[in-house]
């Protein structure tokens, strides 16, 4: 059986999708970009702040599913420039105490929102 994961502490959907859908144990959650889920509007002033909402929303994805990044099993980040890997590394990183998932990280063309970069990940319970 699944169920649908929805929380008021990450962005809305913008499209035909869940944040997060649960299955069993296991977790999908659907990629978080910039967007702040109060104002709606992207937090992109500087690649750093970027990637600490995306990693926020993220983090309140996973809470909904009484869940945290202890539980995250897998990751894929997208970035547009791969220029940026090693600072969104570096703060992606700092959310992992131990036991780090899986991860592929990918350069695309374009991103929702003209964004810089979206994580999405896979969790385990």
Not at 32 to 40: D, S, V, Y
């Amino acid at each position: 059986m699944k169920t649908i994961i929805q929380s008021n502490d990450a962005p809305a959907p913008i499209g035909p999708y869940s944040q997060a859908v649960k299955v069993g144990n296991t977790l999908y959650a659907s990629g978080q970009i910039a967007l702040h889920p109060i104002t709606g509007e992207l937090n992109m002033a500087t690649l750093d702040e970027e990637t600490h909402q995306v990693m926020a929303n993220v983090r309140a994805v996973l809470a909904a599913a009484d869940m945290d990044f202890s539980h995250v099993v897998k990751t894929t980040i997208f970035l547009k420039n791969m220029g940026d890997f090693a600072q969104v590394n570096g703060i992606y990183g700092s959310y992992f105490s131990s036991n780090f998932p899986a991860r592929e990280t990918v350069e695309v063309a374009g991103l929702p929102k003209g964004v810089n970069v979206e994580i999405s990940v896979i969790a385990v319970k």
